[in-house]
């Protein structure tokens, strides 16, 4: 029986209608087929996230790109607050949660972690100091994490790739987006079946 893994989604606003949509890109379903898992997809609802998670078996929380944070000019609280508690979640439930670029930088912010402008991420491959390579879509980043998280990784130009939680290490945060790769990668396959005991 393959897990329940829930998955948020950005939010689009479609002016000419005026109606917010959640939206996630197609190459996530590829990738959790690709991992062997059940992709739950949440509406950045609070309360319907919560009867969701109350009422259906889910082993994993990702939380995934897109959208900036409120607190950095984003325009979707609702989503911040969907993210935030899908967080306590993991620590109170000891669920594994893997935060994907914004994902990352919303578990940066919930435990502290001030986020700040990175010049040359957007759109981009480089170089990290494990000698992986890895693409890179965001203007959001962290040289330095605070405790309780710890680096697992930096580009060569100092910009955390991925924490850690030194207490509860099934929180894990990459900045790269493994579904964008086609095929998906290898070691990002293995990566996400080891945050999930897949």
């Not at 990290?128 to 980043?141: A, I, M």
Request: negative net charge.
């Amino acid at each position: 029986m393959k897990k329940l893994i829930a998955i948020t989604q950005r939010v689009e606003y479609m002016e000419q209608i005026g109606e917010r949509r959640d939206a996630l890109s197609q190459e996530w379903a590829r990738l959790a087929d690709a991992c062997r898992f059940v992709p739950l997809l949440l509406p950045n609802h609070l309360p319907t996230v919560q009867e969701l998670l109350a009422a259906l078996p889910v082993e994993g929380l990702l939380l995934t790109g897109g959208n900036d944070l409120a607190a950095y000019g984003g325009d979707a609280p609702e989503r911040d607050e969907v993210e935030r508690h899908l967080i306590q979640t993991a620590v109170d439930r000891r669920i594994p949660l893997l935060g994907v670029c914004r994902g990352m930088q919303t578990v940066l912010d919930y435990f502290g972690t001030p986020l700040r402008r990175v010049d040359g991420h957007v759109r981009v491959e480089h170089a990290l100091d494990s000698g992986e390579t890895v693409n890179s879509f965001h203007g959001w980043g962290a040289a330095e994490c605070r405790s309780p998280l710890v680096p697992e990784a930096r580009s060569t130009d100092g910009v955390l790739e991925a924490v850690s939680h030194q207490d509860y290490p099934w929180i894990k945060g990459i900045m790269w987006h493994p579904e964008r790769y086609h095929p998906a990668r290898p070691q990002d396959i293995a990566r996400i079946k080891e945050v999930f005991s897949l």
